[in-house]
């Protein structure tokens, strides 16, 4: 295990649900990602953040809003999610503000949307 | 801007045979460069990393990866690839210039050793 938990790690939802994906991590780093894993594409950066502020925003739709509490938990907020979505979602942390500090990824969510 | 390129959607290579998984990038700057390995429902897993020095860099489960500036190249290799070994593997890169943190991911290689 790499130290970053997810919560689920499958879960179907509706087209007008809410949910909420929720990344813990205990290896107490302050910066947290999420990214998105789509079939035959590669990964998308959604979110960074870096002590809880949002520092990189890649044009991900409103649909999806982050939220990072503090230095160990981050939650990825769904609502109104179209099939399109449907996706593996990763989150990440790391250490330091260096370019060249490892990111150590969680096993991530297997998202569902009907 | 920061991008990298793996070629090859496939490897297969035969068990006890070494294995090369290829990566190219471009960056602007001085590249950093990762390469992560995902087992089937799993998330990625760290490998290696090249920041500097050694152009040849040794990594976890007795891989290795060779730097090239020249050929902008970073290669993952294995001397005698292992039938557990059959995953995706992703390259990355940061380039320093960007003081992005995020990476940059190639679209993966899928490594399948035969028995």
């Known amino acids: 295990e790499t130290g970053v938990t997810q919560t689920p790690r499958h879960l179907v939802m509706g087209m007008t649900n809410k949910k909420s994906l929720k990344c813990e991590q205990h290896l107490g780093h302050n910066a947290m990602y999420w990214y998105k894993q789509s079939a035959k594409k590669p990964l998308e950066l959604m979110f960074v953040?870096?002590?809880?502020?949002?520092?990189e925003n890649n044009s991900v739709p409103s649909r999806f809003s982050p939220e990072c509490p503090n230095s160990s938990h981050l939650f990825l907020h769904l609502h109104t999610l179209q099939p399109e979505d449907s996706a593996l979602y990763l989150c990440?942390?790391?250490?330091?503000?260096?370019?060249?500090?490892?990111?150590?990824f969680g096993p991530g969510t297997r998202l569902l949307v009907l | 801007a920061q991008s990298v390129a793996q070629p090859e959607d496939q490897v297969n290579v035969a068990e006890g045979n070494p294995l090369t998984v290829k990566c190219t990038y471009s960056v602007s700057g001085n590249p950093y460069l990762f390469w992560y390995v995902q087992y089937p429902n799993r998330g990625l897993q760290f490998l290696l990393k090249y920041i500097t020095g050694d152009n040849l860099v040794k990594g976890s489960y007795g891989f290795e990866a060779e730097f090239n500036k020249s050929q902008t190249s970073f290669h993952l290799k294995k001397p005698s690839a292992l039938v557990s070994d059959s995953a995706l593997y992703f390259c990355?890169?940061?380039?320093?210039?960007?003081?992005?943190?995020?990476?940059?991911f190639g679209s993966g290689t899928r490594l399948q050793v035969q028995p």
């Open positions: 953040y870096s002590l809880e502020e949002r520092v």
């Open positions: 990440a942390s790391s250490q330091g503000q260096r370019e060249q500090e490892t990111q150590y």
């Open positions: 990355a890169v940061r380039d320093s210039d960007t003081g992005r943190r995020a990476l940059t």
